[in-house]
């Protein structure tokens, strides 16, 4: 149980563009959500906490503006990296809290040309 | 000073070795302490779930809390092929509602056969 499910597991798009990240709790209802980023061989770092109906929380450093992050329902939050630059390829993972640990999506590879 | 310290490795050994595997933390306020096991490119998977110092066994592999000492473990034993992955170490504090997670390094296993 507590799967998150996410779309897309990659997307290549070119420069400028806006790409949209979906995670879906399949099971339950997300109230939460983390968005992670993790660069090659590198360990994951926290971008934003989502919550449901409310404005996500930014950590420091992360630009509100370029990383949009939607969380209009209790099974769906949403990342979108708008006009994206070679230096936002990564690895993008959402995770969810369950009743114990949490409980990630599979990851979204992001490469911008 | 990091808050989580976990040795990157890579760390390779024989078929059916025990592997430890450790990480060190600063910060007393951590309750929850998890290991997360990540093959490449797909999201990290929930392996332990433990908030009290001790050891925790589910199979082939413990868990080892020293709150005391602030230090955590994660024993594999009969390692096997497949648990060639990245094991990421992971803690949060509690504050009433859903915290976030601070991450190891993570440590890269190679075993072979």
């Known amino acids: 149980g507590a799967v998150v499910s996410q779309h897309p597991s990659w997307v290549i798009c070119k420069s400028g563009t806006s790409v949209k990240i979906e995670c879906r709790s399949l099971?339950?209802?997300?109230?939460?959500m983390f968005w992670y980023r993790q660069f090659p061989k590198q360990s994951l770092m926290l971008m934003a906490t989502?919550?449901?109906?409310?404005?996500?929380?930014?950590e420091q450093g992360v630009e509100k503006d370029k990383f949009l992050i939607n969380h209009a329902s209790l099974t769906l939050s949403t990342l979108t990296v708008t006009s994206a630059h070679p230096e936002d390829s990564s690895f993008y993972i959402c995770?969810?809290?369950?009743?114990?640990?949490?409980?990630f999506g599979s990851g979204t590879r992001l490469t911008v040309v | 000073q990091k808050e989580v310290e976990q040795d990157p490795g890579p760390l390779s050994v024989p078929e059916g070795a025990i592997v430890s595997l450790n990480c060190t933390y600063s910060?007393?306020?951590?309750?929850?302490f998890m290991w997360y096991r990540q093959y490449s490119r797909k999201g990290p998977e929930l392996l332990m779930y433990?908030?009290?110092?001790g050891n925790k066994e589910d199979g082939r592999f413990t868990a080892q809390v020293d709150k005391s000492s602030k230090y955590i473990s994660l024993f594999i034993r009969d390692s096997q092929p497949s648990d060639s992955a990245t094991y990421l170490c992971?803690?949060?504090?509690?504050?009433?509602?859903?915290?976030?997670?601070?991450f190891g390094a993570g440590t890269r296993l190679a075993v072979h056969p």
């Open positions: 995770s969810a809290p369950k009743v114990y640990g949490y409980t």
């Open positions: 910060n007393s306020a951590f309750q929850y």
């Open positions: 992971a803690m949060s504090s509690f504050s009433g509602g859903y915290n976030k997670l601070i």
């Open positions: 099971d339950f209802q997300a109230t939460t």
């Open positions: 433990t908030y009290s110092s």
């Open positions: 989502s919550n449901e109906g409310s404005k996500a929380t930014y």
